[in-house]
């Protein structure tokens, strides 16, 4: 079933056409790579269904309701998050916190800060339940800015992960950290994003990665998308090959 439904976005930043027309169409319960070489639109096509940036053209069709129009916030509460490639923690802050701040603002506690005391334990408590999905419960009271690169990608997507998304863009969340712990990390991401039938779609370079772990791949190229498959589809796919596999292995 379609999730997510894109037709004919566009977002162009003076002559560079960023999105440029694209029908995006994402399952239900798939976990989806977004492929693409640098440049190519992937952030901001999330950007844009995320609701950071304006499309000047085009629709957004989440659930079957038009979500174009709405700000950030409301999409969050129809079911759309997203992680960040580069990571957005408050490092002075413990895993736990920074978790739970995520819970409040889903909340929409932030705005009644009285309200807090009385949703404390229960928040904290998803907090730490959420760290231990993400296998980061021992690091719990640790400050955040003192974790390694590879905890901390996974902090950040277990931040957008407490907003109890539907929908979850990752973009890049294996950037930043050595070939060895792509897979480590890949596979809690997965496994945690499967086991809560939450909907992925995740911006990855690492083919290996993305074959690995994907249901479907869509790949975009100068704001387009050049081909959709499976990774045997894609992996056959000559439009693909020519483009930005011999490009990524260059
Ligand atoms: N805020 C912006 N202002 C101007 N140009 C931008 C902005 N964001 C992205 N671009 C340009 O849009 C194109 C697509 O960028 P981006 O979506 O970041 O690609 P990708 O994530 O696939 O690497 C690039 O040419 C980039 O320089
Ligand atoms: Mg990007």
Do not use: C
Not at 77 to 103: E, M, P, Y
Not at 139 to 166: C, H, M, N, Y
Not at 172 to 186: D, L, W
């Amino acid at each position: 079933m379609n999730l997510l439904q894109t037709t004919k976005l566009t977002k162009h930043f003076g002559e560079t056409h960023a999105v440029d027309g694209v029908d995006f169409t994402v399952n239900e319960g798939e976990v989806l790579a977004l492929i693409g070489s640098n440049g190519a639109g992937k952030t901001s096509l999330v950007n844009v269904v995320s609701g950071l940036l304006r499309p000047d053209s085009g629709s957004i069709v989440f659930r079957g309701a038009d979500v174009t129009d709405l700000s950030v916030h409301d999409r969050i509460h129809a079911g759309i998050a997203r992680s960040f490639q580069l990571v957005n923690l408050f490092d002075q802050l413990t895993l736990l916190d920074n978790v739970a701040l995520s819970i409040f603002s889903r909340e929409d506690l932030t705005r009644k800060l009285l309200a807090l005391a009385d949703h404390h334990r229960a928040v904290w408590e998803e907090a730490f339940e959420i760290l231990r999905q993400f296998g980061l419960a021992v690091s719990a009271t640790q400050l955040a800015g003192g974790i390694s690169q590879g905890e901390r990608k996974l902090l950040d997507v277990a931040i957008a992960f407490a907003l109890r998304p539907r929908l979850l863009f990752l973009d890049e969340p294996t950037s930043g950290v050595s070939t060895r712990e792509k897979a480590p990390i890949m596979d809690v991401i997965t496994s945690v994003v499967r086991s809560n039938n939450i909907t992925a779609v995740i911006i990855e370079h690492d083919m290996d990665v993305v074959f690995k772990y994907s249901d479907r791949i869509v790949a975009m190229h100068q704001g387009s998308i050049l081909a959709s498959g499976t990774p045997d589809e894609i992996r056959r796919n000559e439009a693909v090959t020519t483009n930005l596999l011999g490009a990524a292995h260059a």
